[in-house]
């Protein structure tokens, strides 16, 4: 079975602290466990059956794996001189994220960072697929 290459960068956009994305062999779909401490969703017997049936399900990349700050490092080297460094003194330090974002914001350039960040998460797609021996196919648009 060929893997659809968007189901893999779902969960890859959808990663965080609170959910563990699966990919199921069988259907070709994501299904996920939440962290029931934090999020409070009970995950009605899917963990047993992802221990029972390890075989079906391989577990996609997590937040820890796709290193969202690497990926701001890797766009701020594409740029050159005044961007580069006022998105380089933006990441330092607590709040990275968010003073990556509005900087990017305020300069004009949220959709070259945005085609930046989506091909970057489908080279970790494709990586990941030849990784664990699938086939892929991308949905034409």
């Known amino acids: 079975m060929k893997v659809k290459l968007g ?3 779902d969960a890859i956009e959808m990663a965080d602290d609170n959910y563990t994305y699966f990919l199921d062999l069988e259907t070709g779909e994501s299904v996920f466990l939440a962290d029931e401490l934090i ?3 009970d995950n009605e017997g899917l963990e047993d059956e992802i221990e029972e049936n390890p075989e079906r399900y391989l577990r996609l990349p997590t937040k820890f794996e796709i290193h969202e700050y690497h990926i701001m490092e890797e766009f701020i080297w594409t740029l050159k ?3 580069a460094d006022k998105l380089e003194c933006a990441i330092r330090g607590r709040g990275a994220f968010r003073r990556f974002k509005d ?10 960072w945005y085609d930046f960040q989506a091909e970057y998460y489908r080279k970790l797609a494709t990586q990941w697929c030849r990784e664990q021996g699938l086939e892929y ?5």
Not at 104 to 112: A, E, K, L, T
Not at 137 to 141: A, F, G, H, I, M
């Open 137 to 141: 196919e991308e949905e034409s648009l």
């Open 7 to 9: 189901v893999i960068l």
């Open 103 to 112: 900087m990017v914001d305020r300069m004009g350039i949220s959709q070259q």
């Open 81 to 83: 001189g005044e961007k």
């Open 39 to 41: 999020t409070g969703l």
